[in-house]
């Protein structure tokens, strides 16, 4: 999928508040994986200064190619202006495979899905994260790993949800090949996860018979040629019809990277919403 021109944008893809608050350093850490303790997740967070307790973003990268630098990318320009200066802790974990975390990985699948578990469980032990207002923000490999989680976590304020692929036993069938070695997302899906029947249902929120039951917000480009939008207008029906709070935003004329201008409204009112009640 998209790669780090997309990542790079989501920190400042949160418009900055008239009031900034003070920010202090960011934390750098690793926990073992639940699944394999001999194996590490890398994990960043900063917060602004104060005891809080603070609501939490948690940014779950897409793919990165050739480079993967994992949720490393977010430092390098955009944490500092993020949803933190607006009092938030700001928080990303590196999905297995990605950046300083483990390997190998597993295309968003039960491994990469407890990392970020992992994550979630990191942070609510944290005394200045407010535990009951925590959304996870996943974009592209990142989205399709987040929507699995939220799934799993009713207790989460929200989660966005941009560019992702809902049903991947659908966009198997659909995608086209790229040349080998280029890291297109058929090739990726087959050398990780296989393409069994059981492989896709794990890793796609459309294939699972209960629906995510925490607010959304979907994100999608119409011309989108890898994440495909009638998966994304299937979930918004599907959530729609649980009685599920969401949201489906299509940008027209866009494709898989969708400008942090377009999102960056979408994205505050839904904080505003669902994480900021009463402020």
């Avoid at 959304?135 to 699995?148: D, E, F, L, Q």
């Avoid at 994304?232 to 009685?243: D, M, V």
Wanted: glycine fraction near 12%.
């Amino acid at each position: 999928m998209k790669t780090t021109a997309i990542l790079v944008s989501f920190w400042l893809a949160l418009l900055a508040s008239p009031q900034i608050a003070t920010l202090e350093e960011v934390h750098h850490e690793f926990f073992p994986h639940p699944d394999d303790p001999g194996r590490r997740i890398e994990f960043f967070w900063t917060a602004p200064e104060g005891d809080g307790p603070w609501p939490v973003l948690l940014f779950v990268h897409g793919h990165q190619f050739p480079e993967q630098p994992g949720a490393r990318i977010y430092l390098d320009r955009g944490i500092r202006k993020s949803r933190a200066a607006e009092g938030f802790v700001a928080a990303a974990v590196s999905q297995p495979g990605y950046g300083s975390s483990d390997g190998p990985p597993d295309f968003c699948g039960p491994i990469s899905q407890n990392a970020v578990r992992r994550a979630l469980e990191q942070l609510r032990g944290n005394p200045r994260v407010d535990a009951g207002r925590i959304v996870v923000y996943g974009y592209s490999r990142g989205a399709i790993t987040a929507s699995m989680v939220a799934l799993r976590e009713p207790g989460l304020a929200g989660v966005v949800l941009g560019g992702g692929v809902y049903d991947m036993q659908d966009a198997y069938s659909r995608l086209g090949e790229m040349p080998p070695g280029e890291g297109g997302i058929k090739e990726n899906i087959r050398h990780e996860a296989g393409a069994a029947e059981q492989s896709f249902r794990i890793r796609s929120v459309l294939l699972n018979e209960d629906p995510i039951r925490v607010p959304t917000l979907i994100l999608h480009g119409e011309d989108d040629p890898i994440a495909f939008v009638d998966q994304a207008r299937r979930l918004a029906r599907r959530l729609e019809e649980a009685g599920t709070p969401v949201t489906l935003v299509v940008f027209e004329g866009v494709g898989h990277g969708i400008p942090r201008e377009q999102r960056a409204p979408h994205v505050r009112a839904f904080l505003e919403k669902y994480a900021l009640p009463g402020r």
